[in-house]
């Protein structure tokens, strides 16, 4: 998973970018974090929480009450996690998916194609 180092902390003050220049150092910590929440089926709550800030549907504004649109941020260890489980999940159940399921799966359209 890639992140974008040009986003803000989310809510552990964790930057992206201190994930990405001390890679060397953190990297075998984070996996065994990471690997002790798969073995004892632990998500930590302080990965879940999310801070939710209001964020213009469009630039600028045109009301407050129509123009906002809810962004949640989340801290980005536990999106690194969730991604690496729901890989797992959807190469599990990817076999058991009807054929004509396209929506949310890489590789197939939801978007259907006239000739």
Same mark, same amino acid.
């Given at each position: 998973?890639?992140?974008?180092?040009?986003?803000?902390?989310?809510?552990?003050?964790?930057?992206?970018?201190?994930?990405?220049?001390?890679?060397?150092?953190?990297?075998?910590?984070?996996?065994?974090?990471?690997?002790?929440?798969?073995?004892?089926?632990?998500? @930590?709550?302080?990965?879940? +929480?999310?801070?939710?800030?209001?964020? @213009? %549907?469009?630039? @600028?504004?045109?009301?407050?009450?129509?123009?906002?649109?809810?962004? +949640?941020?989340?801290?980005?260890?536990?999106?690194?996690?969730? +991604?690496?489980?729901?890989?797992?999940?959807?190469?599990?159940?990817?076999?058991?998916?009807? %054929?004509?399921?396209?929506?949310?799966?890489?590789?197939?359209?939801?978007?259907?194609?006239?000739?």
């Amino acid at each position: 998973m890639r992140t974008d180092l040009s986003k803000s902390p989310e809510p552990d003050g964790l930057s992206n970018c201190i994930l990405r220049d001390f890679v060397p150092l953190l990297s075998q910590p984070i996996y065994a974090v990471f690997n002790a929440c798969l073995r004892e089926g632990f998500f @930590p709550e302080c990965w879940k +929480s999310a801070e939710v800030i209001p964020a @213009p %549907k469009v630039n @600028p504004s045109r009301s407050f009450q129509d123009g906002l649109r809810p962004v +949640s941020l989340i801290p980005t260890l536990g999106k690194i996690l969730e +991604s690496i489980i729901g890989g797992w999940m959807l190469e599990i159940l990817q076999p058991s998916f009807d %054929k004509y399921q396209f929506g949310a799966i890489k590789g197939r359209s939801s978007l259907l194609l006239t000739s």
